[in-house]
């Protein structure tokens, strides 16, 4: 192969590298957010703390960023949460009500792949015994449910909370929402061991 030949091989090379590196960050470029909403993602911003190494540079990227307080709860989400705080109270249950709460930070799971596959999930609702245990989670399922994989995510959390022994309540649009959480969360206190129900 001549020098020539060699010198245009590589630029070839450099110019595929650097079109798919443009390909991906345009494609990384709109992203989806915890709710599966599509939102824009920042070039060249670390995926998680453990790419910034100590606290001194993590503090440093976050005061040289821009943040904005967003919405916790869509307007649905916190119609539910409100009438399953109401619910719990007029039962005169002693649970607490969470929102958006990460699956992996109350489950736990020797299996490093299972563990991983629910980690960054997280469930709408989660009503929680008053010793802190997960009693049930509560999913609002409004017309964006069956879009893209959104099911498909409820069943992967769905099955680990079942196999850790947290009841799954499922709310429609179609639900009287405060009557149906009342059935639900009975049916669960019904079932629940003492330890948990209380």
């Known amino acids: 192969m001549s020098d020539q030949q060699t010198v245009l091989v590589v630029l070839i ?3 595929a590298f650097f079109a798919g590196l443009k390909a991906s960050r345009l494609t990384a470029r709109r992203g989806r957010n915890w709710r599966g909403r ?4 920042r ?3 670390p995926r998680s703390d453990r790419d910034v190494p ?3 540079e993590q503090l440093r990227t976050v005061m040289a960023a821009t943040f904005r307080r967003q919405r916790l ?3 649905d989400e916190a119609r539910v949460f409100k009438a399953a705080e109401a619910v719990v109270q007029r039962l005169d249950l002693k649970w607490r009500v ?3 709460v990460s699956l992996g930070e109350v489950l736990s799971s020797s299996n490093p ?3 991983a596959a629910i980690n960054s999930k ?3 609702i989660l009503l929680i015994s008053g010793s802190g245990h997960p009693v049930a989670a509560v999913e609002y399922q409004g017309s964006g449910h069956y879009l893209g994989t959104a099911a498909a995510r409820d069943a992967v959390k769905k099955e680990a909370l079942r196999r850790a022994g947290v009841a799954w309540i499922e709310v429609t649009p179609d639900h009287d929402i405060a009557e149906h959480l009342a059935r639900e969360f009975m049916r669960v206190s019904a079932a629940k061991p003492l330890d948990v129900a209380a």
């Open 54 to 56: 100590d606290a001194a």
């Open 98 to 100: 969470m929102a958006q």
């Open 13 to 15: 090379i450099l110019a």
């Open 122 to 124: 997280r469930v709408d």
């Open 113 to 115: 792949a299972a563990y």
């Open 38 to 41: 599509t939102e824009p993602v």
């Open 73 to 75: 709860m869509s307007t």
């Open 43 to 45: 070039m060249g911003a």
